[in-house]
């Protein structure tokens, strides 16, 4: 008889990540269990393998054990400040560093450098946000992307993530040369095949101009028949004299594309210093996956805030091997936890309601600085 | 039928330069029906005339992307790719998906290993397989064992028809058999894509159902070196199949991968690949160490390449065909 050789090839993270079609299948309770693990072993990567991460981790008085005993709320966050002003890089590396920066609207761009594994890991939440989002892989489908493509993204992490959707399905990509081709998409729409589904994906402002401009020139453009979908992605960021309220652009859009209902509206958020895409399903509601532990934050002490308390929110990314994944964002939001959604997912959701200002910012940032010094 | 010598082939003069020097140049080959089986021959910078090439076959409906991964790791070692999509298959080539045959899908593949001889320059071919279509190329050695120097696959299929009850959660096979199905170009189902029933009875009538048969046909291609890696959790592939099988073949290694399920995700292609990358050193390219793992950048660099490319893939045709 053959010999057969065994070979350990996948862990328990990346079994959820990758091997899971739906990884809200897994149920709640265990889902708890899992991200404990996960942030257990995230933590001690980061402490083990970055040295800034590791005396700020010291300087808070959170060992590996503390982590183990009292689970991801224990371990400390970087304010998101910090990735703007160091390189922050966890090793060993796997491959060559890919740089990442933000758009800088909040003043100066931070910058998040990934590895091989962390980029593939990234990849691989998006894959698994298809479901939520009603997309299948096999299915036809065609991404009309309202942003540049891979190559005139370069370091700019949000344009980066909307020109890798083309590595799921076929993407084509409207803003040109720093410009948006509302026009050149609005006559490729009218043009589109029959049977694949099409799919626009961009940020709010440039959705709500291709919206306006399909309105005025042609009255619509009937997307519902192939189960069209329209993905925001992002905030409205320099755009926030043009923000108009979610409803209003649900609405809006559900008009103007004939699209078979509001759940074919979703939102995807995610940030440089993430590495796992949150998203909303049908109910509208962002589901957060189960290796990501997301909390709301006082502004004040850092405290872990009650179910549905508005604080600053904070997130544990198990994803993250490059740079330490425990951020505490800019962004005011709530989160409810273990949710049963009309949708058929038991999560915990994330609702975010807005980005501090620059004003607010630098007041939480001065608090910050006396409780967290990296 | 055309004989094999008779295959008619067009390679893209315009080579598309990629990721690390990569070139891609799409062809189109007209099968031994006149079908046209389109594909992509991919070199990696400075390769030689008799480089050693490497037909990566995806699994039975999927296309070639799904071998993407496959061929950035087999290009970084300095092999040169055949990819394809088989016909009456899913993807670019001739042919509704619902008149699939695995007969048919391995008379595409000693096609293209065919063609593909003729690209190596005297150099040697193996073949790089997966699931269902691992299946196939087994037959391909065992009716040529000069076809192929190795066959390395993932996931391969050798007892088709547990494996095909596995996934319908039925055994359509001995529907047919049992006489309960008559009409063979009736439709039914396979993973979820519409089929006919023809591709169930020609699986009986063919002699690809049983695990016998697959074991025989290994014991068959004797001077191919065959290494085959299998998900530990395979729902649809047992274990005991697997290595039931592979222990007929006289040159034969099984891998199990811990945790692994049917279908290879960046976690489990790493180790995979990996693994099935130095043994087509070894084999193809004695003396040469494993370069590094190809970067995410090369895979973003290869799929934008593929994208450029499709239309034009789609718009070639072989003399014969223009």
New interface residues.
């Given amino acids: ?11 328990e993270l ?2 959820l990540l ?2 899971q079609e739906e990884p809200f299948s897994v149920p709640y309770e265990r889902a708890v269990r899992l991200r404990h693990e996960f942030a257990v072993q995230a933590f001690e990567w980061q402490v083990n393998g970055n040295h800034d991460y590791r005396r700020f981790a010291e300087a808070a008085g959170v060992s590996v054990e503390r982590v183990r005993q009292e689970g991801p709320d224990a371990i400390p966050l970087l304010p998101s400040s910090v990735f703007k002003r160091r390189d922050l890089v966890t090793g060993p590396l796997d ?2 560093l ?1 740089r990442c920066t933000s758009s800088g609207t909040q003043g100066g761009r931070s910058v998040v450098n990934r590895d ?1 594994r962390t ?3 990234f ?2 939440s998006v894959s698994s946000t298809l479901e939520i989002l009603d997309l299948d892989a ?1 299915r036809p489908t065609r991404f009309y992307v309202l942003g540049p ?3 005139e993204a370069a370091d700019l992490w949000f344009s980066y993530v909307l020109s ?1 959707v ?2 799921i399905h ?2 084509e990509f409207y803003v040109r040369d720093g410009r948006f081709r509302a026009d050149e998409l609005i006559e490729r729409l009218l043009e589109r095949e029959e049977g694949v589904q099409p799919v626009l994906i961009g940020p709010p402002v440039l959705v709500l101009e291709l919206a306006a401009r399909v309105k005025e020139q042609h009255g619509g453009i009937d997307l519902g028949p192939d189960r069209g979908l329209v993905i925001t992605a992002g905030g409205w960021k320099r755009s926030t004299g043009k923000a108009v309220p979610r409803e209003e652009l649900i609405e809006l859009l559900v008009g103007v594309f004939e699209l078979d209902g509001r759940s074919r509206i979703r939102d995807c958020f995610n940030m440089v210093e993430l590495n796992t895409v949150v998203s909303s399903c049908a109910e509208h509601r962002m589901h957060v996956p189960p290796w990501l532990r997301v909390t709301a934050r006082d502004p004040g002490d850092l405290r872990v805030l009650g179910e549905g308390e508005s604080g600053m929110l904070g997130y544990v990314d198990p994803l993250a091997t490059s740079y330490p994944g425990f951020v505490l964002s800019d962004d005011l939001g709530t989160v409810s936890y273990g949710v049963d959604c009309a949708c058929g997912r038991r999560s915990d959701i994330l609702r975010i309601e807005r980005r501090l200002s620059r004003v607010e910012s630098r007041g939480c940032a001065l608090k910050l600085d006396q409780v967290a010094r990296p | 039928m055309k004989s094999v010598s008779m295959l008619s082939a067009y390679l893209d003069p315009d080579r598309m330069p990629g990721p690390g020097g990569v070139m891609t140049q799409p062809f189109v080959l007209s099968n031994r029906y006149g079908a046209l089986i389109r594909g992509l021959l991919q070199r990696p910078a400075g390769a030689d005339a008799d480089c050693p090439v490497i037909v990566a076959a995806a699994g039975l409906g ?1 296309t070639m992307r799904r071998t993407m991964l496959f061929a950035t790791f087999l290009l970084a070692n300095g092999f040169t790719v055949v990819r394809y999509d088989p016909t009456h298959a899913a993807g670019l080539s001739d042919g509704d998906f619902r008149d699939v045959t695995l007969t048919r899908v391995q008379d595409d593949l000693v096609d293209v290993l065919s063609w593909a001889k003729t690209q190596a320059g005297g150099g040697q071919v193996a073949t790089l397989a997966a699931s269902l279509t691992g299946r196939a190329a087994i037959r391909a050695a065992a009716q040529d064992p000069g076809l192929m120097t190795m066959m390395g696959s993932v996931a391969c299929v050798t007892n088709v028809r547990a494996t095909v009850t596995a996934v319908n959660s039925a055994d359509r096979i001995g529907q047919w058999l049992s006489g309960q199905v008559t009409d063979r170009l009736a439709t039914t189902e396979l993973f979820d894509d519409e089929i006919r029933w023809n591709a169930y009875a020609t699986l009986a009538e063919d002699g690809w159902d049983t695990l016998a048969s697959t074991e025989r046909e290994l014991r068959c291609a004797a001077g191919v070196r065959f290494v085959n890696l299998h ?3 395979d729902p649809w592939v047992r ?1 005991e199949d697997v ?1 039931a099988a ?2 007929q073949a006289a040159d ?10 049917h279908e290879l ?4 292609a790493r ?2 690949l990996g ?1 099935l990358t130095h043994e087509f050193i070894s084999r193809m390219r004695p003396g040469c160490e494993p370069g ?2 190809p ?3 090369h ?2 660099g290869l ?2 390449v593929e ?1 450029k490319l ?1 239309g034009r893939l789609l718009s070639l045709a072989t003399p014969s065909n223009r």
Wanted: proline letters at 3%.
């Fill in positions: 008889m053959l010999d057969v050789e065994f070979i350990a090839a996948i862990d990346e079994d990758y091997q491959g060559q890919r091989r980029l593939e890991r990849l691989g096999d493509d891979t190559v890798i083309d590595l076929p993407a | 999927v998900g530990e959790n274990t290595r592979f222990a034969a290694r099984l891998i199990v991968l811990g945790s692994a399920v995700n960046f976690a489990t180790v995979a693994i590094p793992e970067e995410f950048g895979f973003v799929n934008k994208r499709q």
